[in-house]
């Protein structure tokens, strides 16, 4: 699963990052999206919880990961793996 | 500069919001000196301060970056002066990581990558008051002894800790700071590798918070809600709008009336002349007419700053995204958009916040666009003269309809044109958005009034060199030559800026503009509004009044060369401040000379239509 197919109030654990249309032409490419990932902080067993959804397209979203709150958009959430909690 | 009387140079580095230029402004006070790094516009921010063993030394403030591996002009910087790879930079000596001591997992990564530099260099967990308050315990030894680096605790705003922090800068002075310096850009295992030795050092040394800060999520439940924070966003906005037009006016009139009285004296005492006409004429009235925009600039920057210090714009960021994605912008790119209405000039200076030098490129492109307050004395006239006061379905007003339709097409155009660049320019998807959603915080009044007045300054120094020089160039072209004895046309008309009016006349015939109206675009170029006085000039009207000039200007234009005017105005690059301004922020003519050519494309088509579709109709 991936963290773009999340909705607000889903939690889970960062599995992993794998390129997900980031190498077209003039882009930054899955390498460097990768590592800016990475230094956010998306790392391999990372906790997050989604907070907030955007008014148009529920898009950007806003996660709460470890213990700090980034806001990205879905397409580029695309690219992080995750595994949902089991809902209560 | 004096660099060389400066014994030590350190630098602070940290990721953005960790309180680092608060930081540096306790450190420095007043002795803080603002430029440009050599060949970037990045602003270099260096202030100098006395240890406890009487060193003196220099600090510098680098731009906030989570990396040394740089995404953004600004992080280019951080980068290369820490690495000393900048041209004409010494490198520092020593380096003071900042760090959010209540936000510490990420820049224990930062530190650990910049241990690896091999500089001397020292922790700062700064915001420990914060931190302490919301009860995270932080082994500060154990810290210590991890990273292998001293570790002291402040608090920037109240000042605390300033001491021990120079303390470790005095004792890291004193060992051996010859260091050499070793970095590669990490590749993605290495990121992870550094992130579990991070994670490591936090488990070991730091005690989760017992009261956590729960006023961020409150608030973003509110401020992040997807209609009551749009909604929110769009009061703050109309606020800033208010704030921005209706307090500045009195301290605009006043300036207005400082020059113009300034202006008067120089008429009494220098004799009328050609020293006259240039201290009046040109310097007083050309700058006047710029410095006049001071309050306004300031306004919009208290509000921008004081936003911006709370955490409040990665939220307006958030909001916006969407919005600003559909032309292809960042988030991001909202702030200086919004700056632009004020003036175009602040809304360039502010494209600084977008990290990516495309996106920041188009920005500033377009941000001329947006409907900036010079622009309303011409449109007020003209709607004045030619739109008739009267209620249209029963509530509207129409020459407030016009007006607003005068700012929605620059809008519009704004982001269509944004749109096309993006196509046309880059043909690229778009950057990833991702930013980091700071704690909330009250703001620190010394560290905004700081900021605004840093701005103001910023401002009055360019309209000191580049705006005053072109001022005196619009000036030149106005007056000389002077007018023949037996002059029978305003003086104007016999001056270059004439000659230029008269030559270009004919390319501008098809959109309708007499040749009165070709002669007062040029000093209009000085700032827009000049060509409100400029057309009073040519059209010889007596008094000043802009009445008067409405009521003539209403019996000499056909209905539609007044329509092909103000769409002229809503396109055409009729301020050389800011190409200037666009000059110094990209480092080249190229940008500037590509906005001055298509903004002069659109104007000339724009206005080749309204003429032409409102003379088929009969106007």
């Given at each position: 699963m991936r963290l773009s197919d999340l909705?607000?109030?889903?939690?889970?654990?960062?599995?992993?990052?794998?390129?997900?249309?980031?190498?077209?032409?003039?882009?930054?490419?899955?390498?460097?999206?990768?590592?800016?990932?990475?230094?956010?902080?998306?790392?391999?067993?990372?906790?997050?919880?989604?907070?907030?959804?955007?008014?148009?397209?529920?898009?950007p979203i806003a996660i709460r990961l470890d213990d700090i709150r980034v806001a990205l958009r879905r397409r580029d959430a695309r690219a992080i793996l995750i595994e949902r909690d089991a809902t209560p | 500069m004096s660099d060389a009387v400066l014994g030590t140079r350190i630098a602070l580095v940290g990721n953005p919001n960790s309180g680092k230029t608060s930081l540096f402004n306790a450190l420095t006070g007043a002795r803080q000196k603002v430029a440009n790094y050599p060949g970037v516009t990045v602003e270099r921010k260096e202030g100098v301060v006395q240890t406890p063993a009487g060193r003196r030394v220099s600090v510098l403030d680098l731009p906030g970056t989570y990396s040394l591996r740089a995404r953004s002009p600004d992080e280019a910087v951080t980068r290369d002066v820490v690495l000393g790879r900048l041209a004409g930079e010494t490198s520092p000596e020593i380096l003071v990581c900042v760090a959010d001591a209540t936000n510490l997992r990420l820049v224990l990564?930062?530190?650990?990558?910049?241990?690896?530099?091999?500089?001397?260099?020292?922790?700062?967990?700064?915001?420990?008051?914060?931190?302490?308050?919301?009860?995270?315990?932080?082994?500060?030894?154990?810290?210590?002894?991890?990273?292998?680096?001293?570790?002291?605790?402040?608090?920037?705003?109240?000042?605390?800790?300033?001491?021990?922090?120079?303390?470790?800068?005095?004792?890291?002075?004193?060992?051996?700071?010859?260091?050499?310096?070793?970095?590669?850009?990490?590749?993605?295992?290495?990121?992870?590798?550094?992130?579990?030795?991070?994670?490591?050092?936090?488990?070991?040394?730091?005690?989760?918070?017992?009261?956590?800060?729960?006023?961020?999520?409150?608030?973003?439940?509110?401020?992040?809600?997807?209609?009551?924070?749009?909604?929110i966003l769009m009061a703050i906005l109309f606020l800033m709008f208010q704030a921005v037009f209706t307090w500045a006016t009195p301290l605009m009139d006043m300036i207005d009336a400082g020059f113009a009285w300034l202006g008067q004296m120089v008429s009494l005492y220098v004799p009328a002349g050609l020293l006259q006409s240039f201290l009046a004429d040109g310097l007083i009235a050309g700058v006047g007419s710029v410095l006049v925009f001071l309050p306004q600039i300031?306004?919009?920057?208290?509000?921008?700053?004081?936003?911006?210090?709370?955490?409040?714009?990665?939220?307006?960021?958030?909001?916006?995204?969407?919005?600003?994605?559909?032309?292809?912008?960042?988030?991001?790119?909202?702030?200086?958009?919004?700056?632009?209405?004020?003036?175009?000039i602040p809304g360039i200076m502010s494209a600084r916040v977008i990290d990516n030098k495309r996106d920041r490129l188009t920005t500033i492109l377009v941000a001329p666009l947006t409907t900036c307050s010079a622009r309303i004395p011409v449109y007020t006239l003209i709607i004045a003269a030619f739109i008739p006061n009267r209620l249209v379905g029963g509530f509207a007003n129409l020459q407030g309809l016009v007006m607003f339709g005068l700012y929605a097409a620059g809008i519009g155009s704004?982001?269509?044109?944004?749109?096309?660049?993006?196509?046309?320019?880059?043909?690229?998807?778009s950057e990833p958005f991702l930013i980091e959603l700071p704690a909330y915080k009250v703001p620190d009044p010394k560290n905004v009034a700081r900021g605004v007045l840093l701005r103001g300054q910023i401002f009055l120094k360019r309209a000191g060199t580049i705006i005053a020089s072109m001022m005196v160039l619009i000036w030149f072209l106005s007056s000389f030559p002077g007018a023949?004895?037996?002059?029978?046309?305003?003086?104007?008309?016999?001056?270059?800026?004439?000659?230029?009016?008269?030559?270009?006349?004919?390319?501008?015939?098809?959109?309708?503009?007499?040749?009165?109206?070709?002669?007062?675009?040029?000093?209009?170029?000085?700032?827009?509004?000049?060509?409100?006085?400029?057309?009073?000039?040519?059209?010889?009207?007596?008094?000043?009044?802009?009445?008067?000039?409405?009521?003539?200007?209403?019996?000499?234009?056909?209905?539609?060369?007044?329509?092909?005017?103000?769409?002229?105005?809503?396109?055409?690059?009729?301020?050389?401040?800011?190409?200037?301004?666009?000059?110094?922020?990209?480092?080249?003519?190229?940008?500037?000379?590509?906005?001055?050519?298509?903004?002069?494309?659109?104007a000339y088509a724009a206005s080749f239509a309204v003429f032409h579709i409102a003379s088929l109709l009969g106007w």
């Open positions: 909705g607000k109030g889903d939690r889970g654990l960062i599995r992993g990052i794998v390129p997900a249309g980031h190498d077209g032409p003039g882009e930054i490419g899955h390498d460097e999206m990768e590592r800016r990932l990475l230094e956010m902080g998306f790392v391999e067993g990372a906790r997050f919880h989604v907070l907030h959804e955007g008014l148009v397209g529920r898009d | 990564r930062l530190a650990l990558e910049l241990k690896s530099v091999g500089r001397p260099m020292v922790l700062a967990l700064n915001m420990y008051d914060i931190a302490e308050r919301q009860g995270i315990r932080i082994d500060l030894d154990g810290l210590a002894q991890a990273l292998d680096i001293p570790v002291v605790t402040t608090v920037a705003v109240r000042k605390r800790g300033l001491d021990m922090l120079l303390s470790q800068v005095d004792m890291l002075a004193a060992g051996n700071t010859d260091a050499s310096l070793a970095w590669h850009e990490p590749s993605a295992e290495e990121i992870r590798a550094a992130h579990r030795e991070a994670e490591r050092i936090m488990r070991s040394y730091v005690k989760p918070p017992l009261r956590p800060d729960t006023w961020t999520g409150r608030l973003d439940s509110v401020l992040l809600h997807p209609v009551a924070g749009t909604l300031l306004i919009l920057f208290f509000f921008i700053i004081l936003l911006e210090d709370f955490g409040y714009m990665a939220r307006a960021a958030f909001l916006m995204d969407r919005l600003m994605g559909v032309a292809g912008l960042h988030g991001r790119a909202f702030i200086p958009l919004l700056s632009s209405f004020a003036c175009a704004a982001l269509i044109v944004a749109f096309v660049i993006r196509k046309l320019l880059w043909r690229s998807a023949p004895e037996n002059a029978t046309q305003p003086a104007i008309d016999y001056s270059f800026a004439g000659m230029l009016g008269h030559l270009i006349h004919p390319l501008l015939a098809p959109i309708g503009f007499t040749w009165q109206m070709a002669i007062a675009l040029i000093p209009g170029m000085a700032a827009r509004e000049v060509a409100v006085g400029a057309l009073g000039t040519v059209y010889a009207v007596g008094g000043e009044v802009e009445g008067t000039l409405a009521t003539t200007l209403a019996h000499q234009w056909p209905l539609a060369t007044a329509l092909s005017f103000l769409a002229w105005y809503v396109f055409a690059p009729q301020c050389l401040s800011t190409l200037a301004v666009v000059k110094r922020e990209t480092g080249g003519w190229l940008w500037p000379s590509v906005m001055f050519a298509y903004m002069l494309t659109l």
